[in-house]
């Protein structure tokens, strides 16, 4: 039976991640994944196909609305390869998830095929198609990620009522495709296949769309949407989805509470995930989930547990795989003595539609709620001479201040690039900048940047340049 220093179940972004930084510092490191492909949902079934698909489907609705307002155009007919859309997206996939196999063979991590469980709080047993194996360890990380979460009354068929799994491999565009969730991702792959033809609705429990930003963010990206031909309806509870032959039926109660019926060829439920942690065997270590699967853990990530840690989307705090990452590296240097910290306050948000959407820190209503004396500053990207240049007008800048010392406290954005912009904002405040001292910093002309050096002059003195 091997024993490892460490032995890290998943292999998603904070279970490889995780892996890495522990061989790094010395730890004999073992690294359980169920799967035959490393790299969890974000780089299977998540994060790195959908972006494929919003890149693929991108550059096809500026050639057809955009193109020849550049003075390009087309002899013959503008026309889509979905099949040819999807290979491409598998191969970005491919080459993404061996890149992670070279990590593992680069670091010198045992890479353990099979479904882990523990035995107790030293062991663990992978079961494989033929057979079972025991592993040993000193510590052990819970990286196991999560899953579409459900409806209880939906049956889904994954042919016709779908999750964003089978939303990234669909064999045909939708006609019309309802989606349930104004989310994060059904916003994206709303926005993918109206980009391919779709007749998309989006029909929202809540009544604002994006219901964890800052509410100008919101109502920005619904006025931008709206605009594209995507259809909301908001204050909506969905009561029942039927799959009948080549059409989904959903009914639903609209805020009246009357009865309303939408149909379409297919219907994506995406409201929300959950976190995985269904037939690790926590039972036999005395560790029991909280509802949501999500397991409790203290300030080092630690479970109940002494030896046994969990990190990413299985503990509280936003699913996002930046923050699982920097969950691996602290609970890595932990085990090394070291004493990382991370400011789950500024782990950024980001929606990869177009424009792009990003976010850090506080937004004006918890602020408000907080009672902070707050200021603010906004700058519209359509001031910009980059945004016209490039026809990407839509968006601003919002930069969230303390009233009294000017303390960036939360960045807001709507515009092209903001999924990179933003790290200008997190860099800014992880050092406590002051709105001041981002106003006064050069910004590169003609970018995109230039509206965070806008909003920060409207924050600090309500003197923007450019409008």
Request: proline content about 3%.
């Amino acid at each position: 039976m091997t024993k490892f220093d460490v032995v890290v179940i998943g292999s998603g972004p904070g279970g490889y991640v995780c892996a890495i930084r522990c061989s790094q510092l010395g730890f004999k490191t073992a690294l359980v994944e169920k799967y035959n492909s490393l790299g969890g949902t974000c780089l299977n079934v998540g994060c790195i196909p959908s972006k494929s698909l919003l890149d693929s489907s991108h550059h096809y609705y500026d050639a057809k609305n955009h193109f020849q307002t550049h003075g390009i155009n087309f002899d013959g007919n503008l026309s889509i390869d979905f099949d040819q859309m999807i290979s491409r997206k598998k191969s970005v996939v491919d080459q993404t998830t061996k890149g992670i196999d070279f990590l593992m063979k680069k670091n010198n991590i045992n890479v353990l095929h099979g479904h882990g469980s523990f035995v107790d709080n030293e062991t663990i047993r992978i079961e494989k198609d033929e057979g079972s194996d025991l592993v040993k360890f000193d510590k052990a990380v819970i990286a196991t990620g999560s899953k579409p979460a459900l409806l209880p009354f939906v049956n889904i068929d994954k042919k016709r009522i779908i999750t964003s799994t089978e939303a990234l491999d669909l064999k045909e565009i939708p006609k019309k495709l309802l989606i349930i969730g104004a989310g994060v991702i059904g916003l994206e792959l709303g926005q993918v296949y109206s980009r391919l033809g779709s007749h998309v609705e989006i029909i929202e429990y809540s009544d604002k769309i994006t219901p964890f930003m800052d509410s100008a963010v919101s109502k920005e990206l619904i006025k931008i949407f709206k605009k594209q031909k995507i259809k909301f309806y908001l204050s909506h509870e969905v009561k029942n989805i039927e799959n009948i032959g080549p059409n989904v039926i959903v009914d639903a109660l609209d805020p009246d509470s009357k009865k309303v019926t939408f149909e379409g060829d297919y219907c994506l439920v995406s409201v929300g995930r959950r976190a995985y942690t269904d037939g690790l065997g926590l039972e036999n270590i005395g560790i029991i989930p909280e509802k949501n699967g999500k397991i409790n853990v203290n300030e080092k990530l630690q479970t109940k547990v002494e030896n046994i840690y969990a990190i990413g989307d299985v503990i509280k705090g936003p699913m996002l795989a930046h923050k699982a990452e920097e969950e691996g590296v602290l609970v890595a240097e932990i085990f090394s003595n070291q004493k990382p910290h991370i400011d789950y306050n500024l782990i950024p948000n980001v929606i990869y539609t177009w424009p792009e959407v990003a976010s850090v820190g506080k937004t004006e209503e918890q602020l408000m709620k907080e009672g902070i004396n707050y200021k603010k500053g906004q700058f519209p990207m359509r001031a910009l001479g980059r945004s016209r240049a490039s026809m990407d007008l839509d968006g601003f800048v919002k930069i969230l201040a303390e009233q009294k010392t000017d303390e960036i406290l939360g960045v807001h954005i709507v515009g092209a690039r903001a999924a990179d912009l933003i790290a200008e904002a997190v860099t800014a405040m992880e050092f406590r900048a002051s709105a001041e001292d981002v106003s006064r910093m050069s910004h590169s002309h003609p970018t995109y940047a230039e509206a965070i050096k806008e909003a920060a002059l409207a924050a600090t003195e309500d003197r923007p340049l450019h409008i």
